[in-house]
Structure formats: C-alpha cells, structure tokens
C-alpha cells in the first residue's frame, strides 16, 4: 500500500548547496519550505529528491540538465541554487521560487501520475 502511495507523488528534483557552498544552506531551506507550500496549495503530493550541486555536476543529473544551470549560474549572482526540477525540466531557480512555473509543473506531472 505504501508504495502506491509513493508512486503518486510528483517526483521532485531539489538541487542543494553542496558542502562548500554553506553559506547558502538558509535559503536553500526556505526554498524547500516554500515548495512543500505550494504543493500543498496545488493538491499535489511530491517527493522530494535532495541532489548537491557537487552530486549535479558529477553525473547525478544529465548534462543537459547541468548544461542548463550553467546558463542560469552565469546569469544570475546567486547561480543556480536551489534548482527545482520537475519532469526533467529546471522549472525554478535561486531563492526566490517561481511558483506560478512550479505550481504547473506540479499540476502538469500529477495528471501523468493518475
């Protein structure tokens, strides 16, 4: 029963600090938070899979997945971090999340699941 359970829930990606990169750990936090908030709004159940960006780079995500968060680390100060990765699309990224972005993708992952 359990396993059913787990298998209707929107398979999250969370792309996390690594252990060099601390300093960030408070926000990544706050993001993380703020997802289970707005899957909860959206009725949508996740599980989230905590990935570090050292993990990211070194072959734990596909590379046009890593290719993509390069792009966004070269844009933004912040980098890439948290990265939220629903149905192998980056779908948010930094601190702020986008939750409109996230909210759909959740809503968009969960009619796969059914």
């Known amino acids: 029963m359990e ?14 600090e690594g252990s060099c990169q601390g300093f960030l750990k408070p926000a990544v936090d706050v993001a993380r938070t703020s997802l289970y908030e707005i899957s909860a709004e959206a009725g949508v159940p996740i599980l989230i899979k905590n ?10 995500l596909p590379a046009h997945i890593v290719a993509a968060g390069w792009q966004y680390y070269y844009r933004m100060s912040y980098g890439f971090l948290p990265a939220i990765i629903i149905n192998g699309k980056i779908v948010s990224v930094g601190p702020q999340l986008n939750k409109a972005a996230i909210n759909e993708a ?8 059914l």
């Open 3 to 16: 396993e059913v359970k787990e298998r209707s829930k929107v398979v999250v990606i969370f792309v996390k």
């Open 106 to 113: 959740l809503l968009n992952a969960s009619k796969g699941n």
């Open 51 to 60: 990935i570090s960006a050292q993990d990211a780079i070194n072959g734990a």
